[in-house]
T-cell receptor, first 114, second 110 residues
Framework: GAGVSQTPSNKVTEKGKYVELRCDPI?????LYWYRQSLGQGPEFLIY????????DSGLPNDRFFAVRPEGSVSTLKIQRTERGDSAVYLC????????????FGEGSRLTVL | EDQVTQSPEALRLQEGESSSLNCSYT??????LFWYRQDPGKGPEFLFT???AGEEKEKERLKATLTKKESFLHITAPKPEDSATYLC???????????FGKGTSLLVTP
């Protein structure tokens, strides 16, 4: 596609439920990042994929968060046992350069945990 | 630990009134400093990369500069369409993550 696509754009769930957020990066981009952004804050790093593997997952806040990228393209961020504090906009970004800082962001998935 | 502090938090300018946004940073070995623009409800949009002190980049009414401790985003004769949140981020040599500041919310009024 022309840009990074994220689905769903909005997700409302109840505390304790499981959630999956999907990211479809720009075709050919091998680097993929997940960030989350709370109101009034800058994006906070979660995880970086180079190809199929997670090169850096140091930003994942705890073991309820997990991400996969099985074929080196689409990525899914999975959140188990959601908590109200998980409410945020989850941003995906891709890049043509491994480890590069020129990132192309999607519009984000807004997660609200009630 | 990497740290990025942006000031001011919010800035209101009249159309044509030039100003500068500040990004102060600490990082163990700078790989790059990045400026992004973010419109409400959208993801950040890349503007500039700066790699070393003394470097400058320009794009239309925007000019970014870098020293060893801070970066400035100068906005010359801004227009209402320049209204957005401007984010600064640093990337260390040791990793891949971009560490973002909280941003400066810029409002340009006609």
């Amino acid at each position: 596609g022309a840009g990074v696509s994220q689905t769903p754009s909005n997700k409302v769930t109840e505390k304790g439920k499981y959630v999956e957020l999907r990211c479809d990066p720009i075709s050919g981009h091998t680097a993929l990042y997940w960030y989350r952004q709370s109101l009034g804050q800058g994006p906070e790093f979660l995880i970086y994929f180079q190809g199929t593997g997670a090169a850096d997952d140091s930003g994942l806040p705890n073991d309820r968060f997990f991400a996969v990228r099985p074929e080196g393209s689409v990525s899914t961020l999975k959140i188990q046992r959601t908590e109200r504090g998980d409410s945020a906009v989850y941003l995906c970004a891709s890049s043509s350069l491994a480890g590069g800082g020129e990132l192309f962001f999607g519009e984000g998935s807004r997660l609200t945990v009630l | 630990e990497d740290q990025v502090t942006q000031s001011p938090e919010a800035l209101r300018l009249q159309e044509g009134e030039s100003s500068s946004l500040n990004c102060s940073y600490t990082v163990s070995g700078l790989r790059g400093l990045f400026w992004y623009r973010q419109d409400p409800g959208k993801g950040p949009e890349f503007l500039f990369t700066l790699y070393s002190a003394g470097e400058e980049k320009e794009k239309e009414r925007l000019k970014a500069t870098l020293t060893k401790k801070e970066s400035f985003l100068h906005i010359t004769a801004p227009k209402p369409e320049d209204s957005a949140t401007y984010l600064c981020a640093v990337q260390a040599n040791s990793g891949y993550a971009l560490n973002f500041g909280k941003g400066t919310s810029l409002l340009v009024t006609p």
